[in-house]
């Protein structure tokens, strides 16, 4: 028997038309050299209500899927693109995203108030199989895992790179669309960065605890990531640092 976890981990933004909402004080953008780069350049910005974006951290060294990016499910518009994310193309979504909670294997980690943690345990679930009615959802069990599918959807232990994690809301809402991509996050990277991903963005430890423990939610972050040459064809339209 499973139950979804209690708190939601994953910060309200919303959105009309689109460009960044004017009340998004905070913003992390990931920029790639091209859609095939599995290499990234994170920066965080902030702005007072009104005001133009000011760096606050980075840039900072990233790496993304071994295939590149493709269009995810997030806050922007849909698309017209042929290059979508799908689960299992190892491509990191690229779109603008709301971000969610912290999970990691300490009992807590330096962050802003109203940033929630969670500490990974063996009973911790995190559903890949797009066939399931818990697609891209967090559970928690309410004994040891014991069926086939429990087992496999466990949560990473004792894997360094997961050992803390921030959650990117990609493939969210208004509920997940089978195969269109699931468990994405900011995590550490592996093997000191000589290693692309499978679809989360990641960075070395040090730089992930700065970032975490910059995010305010009251101030409502997302996070952007496109190639290069996208961030400038929309900077204007969609307000981007």
Known sequence: MTRPLLFSLVL???VS?????????QIIVGTAETWQSSHLTLSVYERTPGQSWQQTAGPWKGRCG??????G?????????????AEGDW???????????????????????????RQITSRDLWVEDPTSP????????????????????QMRQNDYPHSLKLFIAHNTEPKPVPRAGSSIFFHIWRSSGTRPTAGCTTLREINLR?????L???????????????????????DLP
């Open 216 to 238: 305010d939610p009251h101030k409502k972050p997302v996070y952007v990531l496109l190639p290069l040459q996208e961030y400038r064809r929309l900077k204007s339209a969609w």
């Open 91 to 117: 491509r990191s979504p690229a779109g603008v995203f709301s971000l969610g909670g912290v999970w990691g294997y300490g009992t807590s980690v330096k962050r802003r108030p109203g940033m929630k943690y």
């Open 12 to 14: 309200s933004l919303p």
């Open 134 to 153: 818990h697609y891209n959802r967090h559970l928690v069990l309410n004994r040891e895992p014991l069926e086939s599918w429990e087992k496999k959807a």
């Open 210 to 214: 700065s970032l975490i423990a910059g």
């Open 73 to 85: 499910r997030g806050l922007h518009p849909k698309p017209s693109s042929s290059l979508i994310k």
């Open 17 to 25: 038309g689109f460009e960044i909402a004017s009340d998004c004080l």
């Open 66 to 71: 071994k295939k590149g990016l493709a269009w």
